[in-house]
């Protein structure tokens, strides 16, 4: 094994010179590194201290420990209920918002991506794509508060409807998160897109009028040749936007409702509020951890292969 | 297993904005027929299929499968199935699987497909292949997993579209015969796209020859061959050696024609009776097997005078290759019996012989680019 490792990194450097293959080997060492690995084994060890005023850090009361752990699923000693009612719904509620959110996605980029892939040709498929991607030029705080203004009290659709007489109270669309699921859903239209219109778009066109000729209806064409072939790609669009929507906090903060907090919410609360790091780095660490669970256990249940979504 | 249709083209045109693809076409496929298109790439053929098989609307004309006017049937509606060029077999699927797609369309249960998908895997010869992927196969197996996922949705034309052309000869030639045997099997009508002469001649019932969009010729292979309509089916289909000139005088049957190898007699084609008067263009075509050495000196219209430029040996047959006079390419083939030499080395002059019933005078045209 070492020996081919050696051998390995000499072929490696033959290839690419001396001076790229230090850069590229330092330069993704360093990233890997310094930017991924040692910040997150910081979390993960805040995670098991105790939160200590300063004076006593290093002392003989900061040891390891899993009250910041405990403290997610019963909350405070002596908490009449026995467990963290509301840190724990608002777990549970965050990662089903985000599946809800990725699902919802994956609805409307598919379509979108199919006819970009299969359907449009030249200059017009141009013309599209720039439209799809020329709102991200705008950052994302404004895009959520354009949002707001779309769906607030006297916004935009609350006044045609009422212009149109069709209802006479404005609808709270904040209130009761459409607002929310909409901005999140809309900021990660992107993500889903392109790797399923990567994924579409070296689907062979003679397959699916293979298809058709054998008599197949739409709907049978993409459950059976399409998005078996589109895997990989529905994978990783929805690997990313289900990750970035459960750990989203600007869209939360500015569209949700009063009444709906995001997990990342009470992080930053953890982290910044309350000043408890050990406490939000816990937090932290549970959001990261059960993300993946979910999906590797999704990628499981449709049998994906880790090595197919870097296609 | 369905008895096949026939199929009708009626006054077809395809026209893709100002480019037309097909231009009045008109053909009658009768039922049960090996038929096929033969052409070089970009004359139509493959518009043709597309028409048939519903992926294309005529422009203009007709379509009738059956009996039955196609218009505004799709493609998962017609008694059709098409095999396309690149087979597109799903790689996602297990042979078996890809052969029962049309069934699984129709909701048969999984049993019932299974059952058919082993008859037919049977059929092809790989009975024991059906679990396998088809990136698994060779590419003749492939080619008869094509065929047989085709003719499990049942068709009543079955559409092929240059199916053999990824597969190397001796493969290619081995597959026309199962083709064709499997074709004679199943009684269906079989319409085949090529731009293989070879194997348009050997398989089909009947040929239809295209260039540009036109119908030159339809007719069975050896009529194609022996009697062609036009310029371009003349040198298009087999190896023909052409000579333009001008007639010079006209027979019952015969004309004959000043070339610039001298003055030829040879039979006037059935297409071209009465269309040929002294004084026209015409070409004037001789096969090379037609051709063979005449004795030295005598003279005639059917003689020609030329220089042994190479000659190849290849086992049964050589051919030679000369130039005539004002540098006419004329090739001669030979057939070989026995080792001697024929005194046909490299800067020979030799005198050339051939039966005017076996070249073919017709009105100037344009010729296949191919060679």
């Not at chain 1, 290093?58 to 002596?78: A, K, M, Q, R, S």
């Not at chain 1, 709906?260 to 953890?270: D, K, M, N, R």
Request: overall charge neutral; proline content about 4%; glycine content about 10%.
């Amino acid at each position: 094994m070492p020996m081919t490792l050696a051998k390995w990194f000499k072929g490696f450097v033959d290839r690419n010179g001396i001076g790229m293959a230090a850069f590229m080997l330092i330069g993704v060492t360093v990233w890997i590194l310094v930017l991924i690995v040692l910040p997150q084994l910081a979390m993960v060890d805040f995670s098991f201290r105790h939160d200590l005023p300063p004076g006593k850090v290093g002392g003989p009361e900061d040891v390891y420990t899993v009250t910041n752990y405990l403290y997610f699923i019963f909350g405070n000693p002596g908490n009449p209920d026995g467990y963290n009612a509301v840190d724990v719904l608002v777990f549970g509620r965050t990662l089903l918002a985000a599946l809800f959110v990725t699902a919802f996605n994956f609805v409307l980029c598919y379509p979108i991506a199919y006819y970009l892939a299969q359907v449009a040709r030249g200059g017009w498929a141009r013309v599209l794509a720039l439209s799809l991607v020329v709102p991200y030029w705008i950052n994302e705080i404004l895009r959520a508060f354009a949002f707001r203004v779309i769906f607030g009290d006297i916004g935009l659709i609350n006044t045609v409807l009422k212009q149109l007489g069709l209802i006479d109270n404005s609808i709270d669309f904040i209130r009761a998160d459409v607002a929310l699921y909409a901005g999140l859903g809309y900021a990660y239209v992107l993500l889903m897109v392109f790797p399923l219109y990567n994924a579409i778009e070296s689907l062979d066109r003679n397959q699916i009028e293979a298809a058709r000729d054998m008599g197949a209806s739409w709907w049978r064409i993409h459950w059976r040749i399409v998005m078996p072939f589109a895997k990989p790609g529905i994978t990783s669009g929805c690997t990313m936007v289900f990750m970035l929507a459960s750990g989203a906090l600007a869209a939360p903060q500015i569209l949700g409702g009063p009444s709906s907090l995001w997990f990342t919410q009470i992080i930053y609360q953890g982290f910044f509020e309350y000043f408890n790091w050990p406490r939000g780095a816990a937090y932290a660490i549970i959001l990261l951890v059960s993300c993946m669970a979910i999906v590797l256990g999704m990628m499981k249940l449709f049998r994906v292969k880790m090595g197919e979504i870097g296609r | 297993m369905k008895a096949g249709v026939g199929v009708e083209l009626e006054n077809l045109w395809v026209r893709f904005g100002d480019f037309v693809a097909v231009r009045d076409a008109s053909v009658k496929i009768e039922q049960g027929e090996f038929f096929s298109f033969l052409g070089p790439s970009g004359c139509g053929k493959t518009t043709i299929l597309r028409t048939v098989s519903g992926f294309q609307e005529p422009s203009e004309g007709r379509v009738l499968i059956g009996g039955q006017n196609m218009a505004g049937i799709g493609p998962n509606k017609r008694p059709t199935a098409l095999i396309f060029q690149n087979l597109a077999l799903f790689p996602l699927m297990r042979v078996w699987e890809n052969i029962a797609f049309s069934m699984e369309v129709k909701g048969h249960p999984k049993e019932a497909r299974r059952k058919r998908a082993d008859e037919l895997l049977e059929l092809i010869a790989l009975g024991d292949q059906g679990d396998k992927f088809v990136h698994e196969l060779s590419g003749g197996q492939r080619q008869r997993v094509a065929v047989a996922r085709a003719l499990a949705a049942e068709p009543q034309v079955l559409l092929l579209d240059e199916p053999l052309s990824a597969l190397d000869l001796k493969l290619r030639q081995h597959m026309r015969t199962e083709l064709r045997a499997i074709q004679k099997r199943v009684g269906l009508t079989f319409i085949y796209i090529t731009h293989d002469q070879g194997e348009a001649l050997t398989m089909s019932d009947h040929v239809a020859v295209m260039r540009e969009g036109v119908i030159e010729q339809i007719g069975d292979g050896k009529t194609i061959y022996g009697d062609p309509a036009t310029a371009f089916v003349a040198s298009f289909v087999g190896e023909n050696n052409a000579f333009a000139g001008t007639v010079k005088s006209i027979g019952a049957r015969h004309a004959v024609i000043a070339t610039g190898v001298g003055n030829l007699r040879a039979r006037i084609a059935t297409a071209a009776r009465g269309a040929l008067k002294p004084g026209d263009s015409a070409m004037l075509f001789i096969r090379p097997e037609a051709l063979d050495i005449a004795e030295t000196g005598s003279s005639g219209d059917n003689r020609l005078v030329g220089r042994v430029v190479n000659e190849e040996f290849e086992g049964q047959s050589s051919h030679v290759f000369l130039e005539g006079a004002g540098g006419a390419a004329i090739k001669m083939s030979l057939t070989n019996r026995g080792g001697q030499s024929r005194g046909t080395g490299a800067g020979t002059e030799l005198t050339l012989g051939f039966d005017p019933d076996l070249a073919v005078a017709l009105p100037s045209g344009a010729l296949s680019a191919e060679e």
